[in-house]
């Protein structure tokens, strides 16, 4: 089982990027974004269920952000509307079997990709 994140990269304040994380393996119950920024402790930012009739966001980028799968390719996506500063960090994709809304323990990590917002 591999999860493989990209999509990463630089962008200005009010700006946009498409991340992608490639589930090779298997398929999974339920799909999540999560992130650390320097200094911070990793925290949730979106999931969806491996159908898409579920999804749940962070409060703190609902609206701005859109999580989104493609069963043809087992790929989820994270697209990220209206950047802000305070959204630079390593964005990590992680999956599990079932969909819960206890956002707490997910076996299936993939390796960060770097999202930079600047001023």
């Known amino acids: 089982v591999q999860l493989q994140a990209s999509g990463g990269g630089w962008v200005q304040a009010g700006g946009s990027l498409r991340l992608s994380c490639v589930a090779s393996?298997?398929?999974?119950?339920?799909y999540a974004w999560f992130r650390q920024a320097p200094g911070k402790e990793r925290e949730f930012v979106a999931a969806?269920?491996?159908?898409?009739?579920?999804?749940d966001y962070a409060d703190s980028v609902r609206g701005r952000f859109a999580i989104g799968r493609s069963n043809a390719d087992n790929t989820l996506y994270l697209r990220m509307n209206s950047l802000k500063p305070e959204d630079t960090a390593l964005y990590y994709c992680?999956?599990?079997?079932?969909?819960?809304?206890?956002?707490?323990?997910?076996?299936?990590w993939g390796r960060g990709t770097l999202v930079t917002v600047s001023s």
């Open positions: 992680a999956a599990r079997t079932q969909w819960s809304h206890r956002r707490d323990v997910y076996p299936y």
């Open positions: 393996g298997r398929t999974f119950g339920e």
């Open positions: 969806s269920s491996w159908r898409g009739d579920k999804k």
